[in-house]
């Protein structure tokens, strides 16, 4: 079978797949991104902090709303029974300044997966730091948001 999209039906117009047939299982994935950042805020998250308060953790709990809002927030995703959702944030020196490491994982008893849940924890999470560092680095970068590994469902494990 040639690969298609299948958010797009055969007149090119947008649907929701349906899913009322696939199993109900547990699924997972794991999602990634870096907020790239001055050395000066590498040393605000490591120390005293930034001038809004604890970043990392306003940051780690946008993360979980943002998994928690994918449907809302992407209009074909259905809205699926997140079961955890666990954003991990590590503070890192570069060559260049320094990045915000992010990390999230997000499970499921459903007959879709939690890609998209896991990019959307990793996203919402990296322009909540961006929004707690900006008055020290307007510079802030968001880069590389991507899944890194999904399992469960009818197409099986996949790592990056």
């Not at 039906?9 to 009322?20: F, H, L, P, T, Y």
């Not at 590498?42 to 449907?71: C, F, H, M, N, S």
């Not at 008893?109 to 996203?123: I, K, Q, W």
């Amino acid at each position: 079978m040639e690969p298609r999209l299948t958010h797009v039906d055969a007149a090119g117009a947008a649907r929701m797949v349906d899913v009322s047939d696939k199993d109900v299982t547990t699924r997972t994935a794991t999602a990634s991104g870096r907020v790239l950042v001055s050395s000066t805020v590498v040393g605000l998250l490591r120390g005293e902090g930034v001038p809004k308060g604890d970043a990392l953790a306003v940051a780690r709990i946008a993360g979980i709303q943002g998994a928690k809002l994918t449907p809302t927030l992407i209009p074909l995703c259905h809205p699926l029974p997140v079961t955890g959702v666990v954003v991990d944030l590590e503070v890192a020196d570069t060559d260049d300044g320094g990045a915000v490491l992010i990390s999230a994982t997000v499970r499921t008893t459903g007959r879709t997966g939690v890609e998209m849940e896991a990019m959307a924890a990793v996203a919402t999470a990296a322009l909540t730091v961006v929004d707690m560092v900006k008055a020290v680095d307007k510079g802030a970068v968001i880069t590389d948001v991507r899944v890194e590994a999904k399992s469960g469902g009818r197409s099986g494990d996949w790592t990056r």
